[in-house]
């Protein structure tokens, strides 16, 4: 028990680092890095749904911590502070996807708690092998890529980064009571979407 | 013997444990060798693009100034033909004579009369 305590104090926190880095340390970037780039870059793949162009948006998110990690005053969690530039970072490259493809930001990003079609699901998905390679990863993620945007951010969020409905209301900038029923509606939609994967390998007269 | 009723579950419970068990075993992307190394290389260029992308739109500016200086020369005046009021003719033939005012009386000095002294209240 002493030797978890001892381990405890040897590992600095998260704003801890950020603060040595800020004072020169470029090491604590690297470590801060070290941390955060594998659930940023899935976080993002699972989004946006393209690999190079996650990586490239996860890449993107540290520059910006490099850059402007003096501005973290420390009102949330550091790993909130970072998942939110990471999804507002995704949100405009889906807006700039939307605007090559012709549908306009008006339509791609009409943003209400009752419109359930806020933005246009993606049917031209194709999933990236390199990242799922099983057939059950790749038809998840082709689920969550046709389901609406809004609330794809937040069942990722939830269900897979396993955050809590307060850091996820921080992340999206959006109402604690808006993020819980956006979460419910994606859960239902994606449940509906994978309803025939669970039939072909369970039966589909197993449950109604 | 047990009086604590059994709670069914949902219709959908199967489902739903599946659901999140498939979602929370979707894989972590793998993180391209060369990750950092972009970011510190992105990190550092960052400024210098910053700087590139001013000097742009400086240069761009310019080059407008330029074009607008050279294609923008002064517009010529419009002369528009403007009556002239008219004046009142004078007949330089027939002036009247002019008054002359000449002074031919001979200045007479007495009338110069020098300032009287002044003295005390009772002296004359």
Redesign the interface.
Known sequence: MSDNVAQRRTIPSDEELLEQFLRGDERSF?DL??RY???I??FV??FIGD?DD??DI???T??RL??FGHTFKGEVKFSTWLYTIAANLSRSELKRYRRRNGTTLKEAFRKSDDDEQWDVPDESYRPDD????TR??QE??KALMRISPSYREM?ILR??Q?MSYEEIAAVTETELGTVKSRINRG?QQ??QE??GL?DEL?GST??? | MNAVPTIPPGDDFDKQVLYRAWMQSLPSADVPADFDQTVLRRAAKGPLTHWWGLAIVAAFLAVIATITQLTDRPTPPVVSYVPASPLPSVDLYHLPPAPVVEETRYPDPQEVVPPRKRFGVAGY
């Open positions: 690297v890095m070290g780039k594998e659930p870059l899935s793949y699972r690999y996650a990586t996860a890449q993107e540290f520059v490099y850059r390199s990242v799922d390679a059950i990863a998840v993620q069942v269900d897979i396993q859960r994606l449940q994978l309803k669970y369970f197993t449950v109604s």
